[in-house]
Structures are given as C-alpha cells and as structure tokens.
C-alpha cells in the first residue's frame, strides 16, 4: 500500500498522510483518526530503513559470523537473519556471511579479521573469550552478541535465551517422572557459558533420587558425540537417562541404538532428528529456544540502531519452550 492509496481512502492529501507517518505538522484529531483506521485496517508498515538509505545514500552491510559448521541450530539462526534482510533488499542492505566451528578460536578470528573494513555493524555467535573479544573490538562498528554473550566494548545488545531456566526446566520434567535416574550429561564445551549454565540450573533443582554420573563434552558434532556417549556407556552400565545441553543429539541416540542400551533422552533445540526422536519414543522431551526469531531479533536489534538511531533493550531474551512428542509445535515455522 502507498501513501497515495492510503489518502485517497481517507479521503485526504498525500501531504497530510505524509505528516501523521513522520510526525510532522498538526493534523486535525478527525483527519488523524481516519487516517489512522485504514493504517490498522490494512497493515500498513512504513520502510523506514529503505526512506532512511535512500537519504542518506548510503549502503549498509552486517557481517554476520554463525557457529553452523558442525550445529544445525545454528542455520536456523541464520534463517531468521536472512529472512529480515530479505524483506530490505530493495534497500540496499546486505549481509556478509562468515560460518564458523565456533569452539575454533583461530577460524573466529580469522573471520573476524576478513570482514575489517567491509561492515557497518556485526551480528555474532562465538564464545566470549579474551582474545575474540579483544579482535571484535578492532572492527569499531556496533555489535549484537546472537545466542552467546560477549564483553566486547561495542556490543548494543545480546539476543538468546536464559540457559539456566533451560536447566531448571530440564530438571522439573526428570523430578515430574518420579523415578530413580542415573544420569549422563553431554555438553558441547564447557568453555561455552551457557551451556554451563544449564548444567549449573539442572544440578540446582534435580531431586537427591536423581544421580548425575558424569558430564562429557561433544564439541556439539555429531560424530563426536557418538564415540564419547559410546564409552560412556560402556563404563557405566546402570545409566538409564541421558541429557545433552547442547548439540549432538543424533550421534548420542546412534551410540545407544548401538549398544542395544535401553536409555531415554532429554534435549535442547530442535531439528528433524529430534523430532523423529520424540515420535519414536527415543527423546522424552527437547527445551527449544527458538533460534530463528533470534536471528530476526538480531537484525531488528542492529537495523533499529544503525537506522532509527534507537538502541535497543540490553538483553532481548526469549521464552523456552518444552516439546513433547504430541506437542504442536508452533516454531516449527524455524525450520
């Protein structure tokens, strides 16, 4: 719809419509309301970020470094990325796209090094460590930590979710099911703060009936998490639950099926894998965090800086969810 359409059914001037979409200008309370209903009416959303470009002529490019290398979570961040830029395009705004292991300092750096001088601002997934931190810092644009926070000096907000509710979560079902559980736990690292946080919620509310065995890291790659939840099993027969608090999932179920080992499963995230997992009995449940509306967020969070001159909130954390095999699972859309 264009403003023309929009005065014409309002029965007014494009001037006058013009004013109430920029705040400029009295408008008569009459004039505004009409104008107003067929804005509701019709959806109408003003390209502020095209109008702004347009003014400015001025191209604008987000680097964007993504830990999806090994972690299918992580194109589903990247999904949510794409799909802000997508409805910007005409604008002029671009995206460079720099896929990471994010456990791999060297690689992060280096992706961090290749888009000096490219950017106007970063969107970033990468463990919060000195030296990364130090690297993000030499690039002087804003910065919108995604998923993992960071302590760079020009970061405008953080956009994830809360890994220790994600652990109390996990915690409540185990106690829910009234039954006496030696537990495995599989974390990707424990260099990785949420994922540490996670483990910290999980060891806070799990009852005393409940016995963590031991926590192993999988690097969150699949063939990693075969061969370490294989020998875990192996050294200790009377585990019956895994959890794994990170990515990985795939390879801890292929290790069970292995070893013929009647063992049951809760997880983080989601993909297809976990979703035949809960359909066939393997997952008990997944705590998802819906990660492609953390990569919209994030972008929303950077283009409202750099464009509307608005910082936004410090932390835009969004709600866990719990999935279970008959659940309807609305952010399936993530996928």
């Keep these: 719809m264009t403003i023309k359409e929009i005065a014409k059914l309002a029965n007014t001037s494009r001037g006058t419509v013009d004013r109430v979409l920029n705040n400029r200008g009295?408008?008569?309370?009459?004039?505004?309301?009409?104008?107003?209903?067929?804005?509701?009416?019709?959806?109408?959303?003003?390209?502020?970020?095209?109008?702004?470009?347009?003014?400015?002529?001025?191209?604008?490019?987000?680097?964007?470094?993504?830990g999806a290398k090994s972690n299918y979570f992580f194109n589903l961040i990247l999904l949510g990325i794409n799909s802000f830029q997508e409805k910007y395009k005409s604008s002029g705004m671009e995206i460079i796209v720099k896929v990471i292991n994010i456990f791999d300092y060297e690689e992060t750096i280096l992706a961090i090094e290749e888009l000096k001088n490219k950017i106007n601002g970063l969107i970033i997934t990468a463990i919060d460590e000195k030296q990364i931190n130090a690297k993000i810092n030499e690039l002087n644009v804003p910065v919108v930590a995604v998923n993992i926070d960071l302590n760079c000096l020009n970061k405008i907000c953080f956009v994830g979710c809360d890994y220790y509710n994600s652990g109390l979560l996990i915690a409540n079902l185990i106690d829910l099911m009234n039954q006496n559980f030696d537990i495995g736990v599989v974390i990707g690292s424990k260099i990785h703060d949420g994922h540490m946080m996670r483990l910290k919620g999980l060891k806070h509310l799990l009852y005393?009936?409940?016995?963590?065995?031991?926590?192993?890291?999988?690097?969150?790659?699949?063939?990693?998490?075969?061969?370490?939840?294989?020998?875990?099993?192996?050294?200790?027969?009377?585990?019956?639950?895994?959890?794994?608090?990170?990515?990985?999932?795939?390879?801890?179920?292929?290790?069970?099926?292995?070893?013929?080992?009647?063992?049951?499963?809760?997880?983080?995230?989601?993909?297809?894998?976990?979703?035949?997992?809960?359909?066939?009995?393997?997952?008990?449940?997944?705590?998802?965090?819906?990660?492609?509306?953390?990569?919209?967020?994030?972008m929303e969070a950077m283009f409202d800086y750099i464009i509307k001159k608005k910082n936004p909130k410090p932390r835009i954390i969004l709600d866990n969810s719990i999935i279970l095999k008959e659940s309807i699972i609305v952010h399936k859309i993530d996928s």
């Excluded at 009459?30 to 502020?48: F, G, L, P, S």
């Design 26 to 66: 009295k408008v008569s309370t009459k004039v505004y309301k009409r104008i107003m209903d067929v804005i509701v009416a019709y959806n109408y959303q003003t390209n502020e970020i095209g109008r702004t470009l347009s003014l400015i002529n001025k191209k604008m490019t987000i680097g964007v470094i993504i």
């Design 208 to 298: 005393s009936n409940n016995k963590i065995i031991d926590v192993i890291e999988n690097n969150d790659d699949d063939q990693i998490s075969f061969l370490k939840v294989s020998e875990l099993i192996k050294s200790n027969s009377n585990i019956n639950l895994l959890v794994f608090l990170g990515a990985g999932t795939s390879g801890g179920i292929k290790a069970i099926k292995n070893k013929n080992a009647k063992i049951k499963i809760i997880c983080v995230d989601y993909s297809l894998s976990i979703e035949e997992g809960l359909q066939k009995g393997q997952i008990l449940a997944t705590i998802t965090q819906h990660p492609y509306t953390q990569g919209y967020k994030a």
